[in-house]
């Protein structure tokens, strides 16, 4: 398919600036929500990047999600005449804060303030005593009741 110059080249400035394209499955919608090209171009120039190997493709949902991949990057940096220090922003690194890390969480007043506290005393044994011997009959909604 004919993309005009201008809009190949708006295509994969977009795509560069973020190192990922999502286009929708519709070929007929006029234009493409985050630029301003015909939505079929921008599917058919991703498709063009594909089958070169410079783009990843993931198709859900009805949407199409272009990922750049490095060789994608060293062509795009060609033919767009892009700076080698210049990066797509999938591949800055953010600064995180630290987070905490395990036991990070303060002390709770009033929940767990030992062990002793919630058990009950040692001194009684717990459980039956030494000479209970259960006894179990049957029947009573289990199955049949036996015959004696």
């Known amino acids: 398919m004919y993309i005009p110059t201008a809009n190949r080249k708006t295509i994969c400035k977009a795509l560069f600036k973020d190192g990922v394209l999502v286009a929708k499955k519709d070929y007929n919608a ?8 015909p939505n079929l171009e921008v599917i058919k120039a991703m498709q ?3 089958s070169r190997g410079y783009v990843k ?3 859900s949902w009805q949407y199409y999600y272009y990922t750049l991949t490095d060789e994608g990057i ?3 940096r060609e033919y767009l005449n892009i700076p ?12 995180r804060t630290a987070a905490p890390r395990f036991g990070g969480r303060p002390e709770r007043d009033g929940f767990r ?3 002793d506290d919630y058990r009950r005393d040692n001194d009684k044994a717990d ?8 006894e179990f009959r049957g029947g009573i909604g289990r199955g049949r009741a036996q015959q004696q």
């Open 30 to 37: 006029p234009r493409h929500p985050e630029i301003d090209v």
């Open 48 to 50: 063009s990047l594909t």
């Open 57 to 59: 493709t993931l198709f």
């Open 74 to 76: 060293e062509y795009l």
């Open 84 to 95: 080698q220090e210049v990066v797509p922003a999938t591949f800055k690194k953010s600064a």
């Open 113 to 115: 303030r030992g062990n």
């Open 127 to 134: 459980g039956a005593s030494g000479d209970f011997r259960p």
